[in-house]
């Protein structure tokens, strides 16, 4: 149950916001309880459905773009794996141990 004034504020508060950003129109279906606790939090934070919304799919998008490059990045090692490109773990720890000593090491190479 938001009211008109708040939904209207914010919307001209976001358009002078972002007056230099084209945005397109969608709609969206959801149930009823989510539309509802949307409302419901539209209401506490003052801020639109559709400012939630773009926020919501923004870190959507942001966290798919995230996970697709992990799983990329993830490949890329499995092939340095099986080509041998590793460096010993102990190797590493030792360097690791040596930070900060009069003898610090120089990190591990391939």
Not at 48 to 75: C, F
């Amino acid at each position: 149950m938001t009211s008109s004034v708040n939904t209207n504020y914010n919307a001209m508060h976001y358009s002078a916001l972002h007056q230099d950003k084209t945005m397109g129109m969608t709609s969206v279906r959801m149930p009823d309880e989510l539309l509802s606790k949307l409302e419901q939090t539209a209401e506490k934070i003052r801020r639109s459905k559709g400012w939630i919304i773009n926020d919501a799919v923004r870190e959507y998008l942001e966290r798919e773009e995230r996970k697709a490059r992990m799983l990329v990045e993830t490949q890329e090692a499995l092939v340095d794996l099986k080509a041998g490109r590793v460096i010993d773990g102990d190797e590493v720890l030792e360097w690791l141990d040596s930070w900060g000593t009069d003898a610090e090491k120089d990190p591990p190479q391939l």
